[in-house]
């Protein structure tokens, strides 16, 4: 139910940005900046939605018969799909800053904010909490 939704959207909020930044990123010449490997649009969905595959399938496996096969593969499917788009969400964001991120080999940017605005980052955190919002009164 409505737990277990929680905590999928947890799971993915923290795992595909911390997997993201932590595995994106190189130093060059005393300066930390993204890479393409999870900073490009195949690496971040990729990255994504591995995180929202793998778990579910470890869980489905160790608990055989909680759900019918049909529900499970729904599950998965899903669980896979909102993974990549949790990893769309995270390069959008980072599109919006200086930093940009890879398409086609290049670095490319729709805004050039510093990634520590307080302004942008308040007012996204405060737009993704009423999606959150939207998406539960929805479902209600």
Do not use: K, Q
């Not at 470890?58 to 788009?85: D, E, K």
């Not at 302004?119 to 929805?138: E, H, K, Q, R």
């Amino acid at each position: 139910g409505i737990a277990a939704a929680l905590l999928a959207a947890l799971w993915l909020a923290v795992v595909v940005n911390y997997i993201i930044d932590a595995a994106g990123h190189e130093t060059r010449n005393g300066r930390r900046r993204r890479t393409a490997a999870t900073h490009s649009l195949t690496g971040a969905t990729a990255v994504g939605a591995v995180a929202g595959f793998a778990p579910t399938l470890v869980i489905l496996l160790a608990a055989p018969g909680a759900v019918s096969v049909y529900y499970g593969h729904l599950l998965l499917l899903g669980m896979t799909a909102l993974g990549a788009l949790a990893g769309l969400s995270h390069l959008l964001l980072d599109a919006l800053t200086e930093g940009g991120i890879y398409y086609r080999g290049r670095r490319w940017a729709i805004a050039h904010w510093h990634y520590d605005n307080g302004a942008a980052n308040g007012l996204f955190a405060l737009l993704g909490i009423l999606m959150f919002a939207a998406a539960f009164l929805l479902m209600a």
